[in-house]
């Protein structure tokens, strides 16, 4: 497997290659992963996002699985990285990990189909889908808030290609403690089916990101909780969550609320649409 990672060196965005227990960088520079700065592994156009595609997640919220998936988007000004920190504005309560794999676009793609769709992956990574529950009364269901919110879309550490998914498992660490835990096999829609499915009607283009679910058991986390999302051949994505600097401003939009939505989906007890 080859894994590539983007690091901030000398104020300027830098691909490098994992070699071994070192990054390299084309010129011949070198710096130890645990001391690089490193940015997101793509500059996507979109950020696409499947909802509800692990059958333990449907489980534990007491749903039945739609025929076809239903996807929303996280705006790119969401991106995060490896070792970025997340922010948790004040008010809100209920700021929810949800670790997955992500597929990374190679070319443009329209009118896949899935027999070919595999050809459309440059690679593979990780990421951690936090979600602001606080808002699910806004929006009307579309999440815009919830998901959408800047820091909330931490991606990496690093794009490794020549993976594929199969009975890889990937896990969630809240603090050290493993909190979601899955096989990949266990996705309702797997790769192909997604890419297929949304370039019927968009055009997907390079880099562009597609978050593929959570398993079960997403919760809330704290101000400074350390939450880690790994994988078998993708490495560790490691984020600490802290509490925005200012209040949310009350003079537009909507507050947080403590709905039965937000309760619902926060604790894994139900879904509540």
């Not at 986390?221 to 949310?248: F, Q, S, Y």
């Amino acid at each position: 497997m080859n894994e590539t990672r983007r690091i901030l060196l000398d104020g300027a965005p830098v691909e490098m290659v994992l070699d071994g227990e070192m990054l390299l960088a084309q010129d011949g520079r070198r710096v130890k992963p645990d001391e690089a700065i490193h940015l997101p592994p793509s500059t996507p156009s979109k950020i696409l996002c499947v909802h509800l595609n692990y059958q333990s997640r449907l489980d534990e919220l007491k749903t039945d699985g739609p025929p076809a998936p239903h996807y929303f988007l996280k705006p790119p000004s969401a991106l995060n990285s490896h070792r970025g920190v997340v922010i948790r504005p004040r008010g809100c309560r209920y700021l929810n990990y949800e670790g997955e794999v992500v597929i990374v676009i190679c070319r443009r793609a329209r009118n896949v189909p899935m027999t070919e769709a595999l050809d459309y992956v440059l690679g593979y990574t990780l990421a951690n889908d936090f979600a602001l529950h606080d808002f699910r009364h806004a929006d009307r269901g579309a999440m815009l808030r919830v998901k959408g919110a800047d820091t909330l879309a931490p991606v990496g550490p690093g794009l490794v290609t020549d993976w594929t998914p199969g009975d890889q498992v990937l896990r969630t660490r809240v603090n050290g403690i493993i909190v979601q835990e899955s096989s990949l096999r266990a996705m309702v829609f797997p790769v192909a089916y997604l890419i297929a499915d949304l370039s019927r009607t968009m055009t997907l283009e390079p880099g562009d990101l597609i978050f593929t679910g959570t398993p079960a058991n997403s919760r809330p986390v704290e101000p400074g909780d350390v939450v880690t999302v790994e994988c078998d051949g993708l490495g560790t994505l490691e984020n600490r969550i802290a509490e925005g600097e200012h209040d949310l401003l009350d003079e537009a939009g909507w507050m947080p609320e403590s709905t039965d939505k937000a309760l619902g989906v926060a604790l894994g007890e139900q879904l509540r649409e």
